[in-house]
């Protein structure tokens, strides 16, 4: 049984940074594709960042050279280093697995999910 489990959300100044974790259990985040994404109220949920089992990154144009994503596996975990933050950044973030995808960034590639964490930047 597969779960994700997100943390790290919060309330932050435009400017400010925060990091989010996800803690997986049931996968070996050594094995699998993981994925950063978020929803704002009304809008379609998008790709944030991603990481291949090798380590390869990706990230939508929005947040490049503002996020950062990163893993241990030894802890499995999947980090979302945030920093400059702006109101656009405001939403819901969730982080995703699946074994394997052509296209980190592809929410309909995944197929496992965690419950999201609120980030709000006023």
């Known amino acids: 049984h597969v779960q994700l489990v997100e943390s790290g959300g919060g309330s932050v100044q435009a400017g400010g940074s925060l990091t989010l974790s996800c803690v997986g259990s049931?996968?070996?985040?050594?094995?699998?594709?993981l994925g950063w994404f978020r929803q704002a109220p009304g809008q379609q949920r998008e790709g944030v960042a991603g990481?291949?089992?090798?380590?390869?990154?990706k990230y939508t144009d929005s947040v490049k050279g503002r996020f950062t994503i990163s893993k241990d596996n030894a802890k499995n975990t999947v980090y979302l280093q945030m920093s400059s933050l702006k109101l656009e950044d405001t939403g819901m973030y969730y982080c995703?697995?699946?074994?394997?995808?052509?296209?980190?960034?592809?929410?309909?590639?995944?197929?496992?999910w965690g419950q999201g964490t609120q980030v709000t930047v006023s």
């Open positions: 990481i291949t089992d090798r380590g390869a990154t």
């Open positions: 049931g996968l070996s985040y050594d094995k699998y594709y």
């Open positions: 995703a697995a699946v074994w394997w995808t052509t296209d980190t960034l592809r929410s309909e590639n995944y197929k496992w």
